[in-house]
């Protein structure tokens, strides 16, 4: 079984006492692949160096929505300058919390906008945070949607008809611990309608730990109770769904070529893990 984490933040300070430990395990339970995904310039130079020491971790250049006020005019264009290193696979997590308002509606819009704006063009896909901001968050993805190379919004929790309308953008959609939990039927609702091929899986450690380690501190070990869930709902085995999201996940971070996965593949963004390091 070989399971792909889309979204993790493993080099947070949550980590520091045990994080060989954690990567360890997360090997052990048949997680080979983690995205590991910036929050601002610095966490996503940091997340970079820490994909650089096990093949097979990636990760992501981004700039939380909860930071937006600290994104200066400069900072979009540096994310982008350190994106075009091969391992950094997406942009994100960029997005909307309108949850939370760490930072006021109208500078996160215009975050949002403006870092769409840079990864336009840069055929990287980008990771999407959204946070009771769904209307919003559609509205400008659709505006931006055909200079994006694809869209994935992450921690999706919601239920059958924001999933639609995502899904009618093209996006590819991120399933995380929440489907364990007892009071996520209309996600779980969602998970049964998604294609098979836009669903991908994520643990978005330290949060969101699955049942039953539900209020513990995440990691990727804790997959496969996130898989026997999903297996569950699509009829399928753990493995099985393992399979599927790890597929999915590596054909939309274009990692399907050399070395990894389909022969054949000649994604020009696909990055060879022995070039890249
Ligand atoms: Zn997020
Ligand atoms: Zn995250």
């Known amino acids: 079984m070989e399971i792909f984490d889309s979204h993790a933040h493993i080099f947070l300070d949550d980590f520091d006492e045990d994080r060989e430990d954690v990567l360890r395990r997360a090997a052990d339970a048949g997680v080979t692949r983690i995205v590991n995904v910036g929050l601002d310039f610095e966490s996503s130079r940091v997340a970079l160096a820490l994909s650089r020491r096990t093949p097979g971790h990636y990760a992501a250049a981004g700039w939380h929505p909860h930071e937006s006020q600290l994104l200066g005019p400069e900072d979009p264009g540096r994310l982008m300058e350190l994106a075009r290193d091969p391992l950094i696979v997406a942009i994100g997590e960029i997005g909307l919390d309108f949850f ?33 901001a769904y209307e919003e968050t559609r509205e400008i993805l659709a505006e931006f949607r055909e200079g994006l190379s694809g869209v994935l919004i992450h921690c999706f929790t919601s239920g059958p008809e924001e999933a639609e309308g995502y899904l009618e953008l093209g996006c590819f959609l991120s399933l995380p611990g929440v489907l364990t939990y ?61 399979d599927l999201t790890t597929a999915n996940a590596l054909g939309f971070f274009g990692l399907e070529a050399k070395g990894e996965g389909a022969p054949g593949g000649t994604s020009d963004r696909a990055p060879t893990p022995a070039a890249a390091r």
């Open 100 to 132: 939370r308002y760490h930072s006021p509606r109208d500078v996160q819009l215009k975050a949002f906008r403006s870092l769409l704006e840079a990864a336009t063009g840069s055929g990287k896909p980008v990771v999407i945070h959204t946070r009771d």
């Open 182 to 242: 007892k009071n996520a039927a209309p996600m779980r609702e969602a998970a049964a309608m998604i294609p098979r091929d836009r669903i991908l899986v994520e643990t978005d450690a330290p949060y969101l730990a699955p049942v039953p380690r539900r209020s513990r501190r995440n990691e990727p070990s804790y997959l496969p109770y996130l898989l026997e869930e999903l297996g569950r709902i699509l009829g399928m085995t753990a493995s099985e769904a393992a």
